[in-house]
């Protein structure tokens, strides 16, 4: 009841700025359109709906690390969580309370994408739903490593690190632009390290019924999202027992 009444809250505060709302939800089509149309008049394979579709859908959760950052950054200035410090809220009702309101804009967002693609001519099969499914491991590690900023910076600093660095490091290092092996040595050596492009190979694989390419995916998203929302609890935690 406790974590319900938080995350109510925390529901109300993210609608209460429509604006960068409305931009995390548009920015992905944006992509989708542009890209389809260089697709159309210069054909190239990494920009075919069913190979992009998948890579923008995950490229977009990029923006769920900014919300979250931003939310628990600004409430960490103000008054409202030293004196929540005082109520019976654990460190991870506070985390989880914070997670699950964005966690349905993150699926939303897919949602939009996946119809945004089929509207330019993707053809929809059931394994969208696959897909739809297998975000939600990889939105948790990206609202995850949110929070974790949020705990750590304030709000001005959230905006340039998950703002401009996360989502530069998710774009470069997730293979949606370029294929990583182009590029080869220790760039591809540093892509293969991180999680970015295992969510996206991973988001490939399920949508294109590859059921054999998903587990050696699937295992790198789960440790990074198991290892962030740990560290969230644990850097939240820390922060609750200093204040």
Partial sequence: MRLLAFSGRTA???????????????????????????????????FELDNLTPGITLF?????????????????????????????????????????PILPIAVAQGVICYIAAALLGLKLTITVLYALLFLIPVALFYIALGLICGSVFNSKQVGGICGALLT?????????????????????????????????????????????????????????TIVAVAGAVLLFLRQMKKQ
Avoid: C
């Fill in 60 to 100: 977009g959760l990029s923006f769920m690390t900014l919300f979250a950052a931003v939310l628990i950054s600004k409430d960490r200035e103000s008054a409202l969580l030293q004196r929540l410090y005082t109520t019976p809220l654990t460190a991870s009702d506070f985390i989880f309370g914070y997670t699950l």
């Fill in 168 to 224: 530069n490091l998710s774009a470069w290092m997730s293979g949606i632009w370029f294929d990583v092996d182009l590029v080869g040595g220790v760039f591809k050596k540093i892509a293969n390290a991180l999680p970015f492009i295992h969510a996206v190979e991973l988001e490939r694989a399920v949508f294109s019924a590859d059921y054999s390419g998903i587990l050696p995916h699937l295992w790198w998203v789960l440790g990074y």
């Fill in 12 to 46: 109300k505060e993210i609608l209460r700025d429509p604006l960068n709302l409305f931009f995390g939800l548009g920015f992905p089509l944006v992509l989708i359109g542009l890209l389809t149309a260089i697709q159309a008049n210069i054909p190239v394979p990494m």
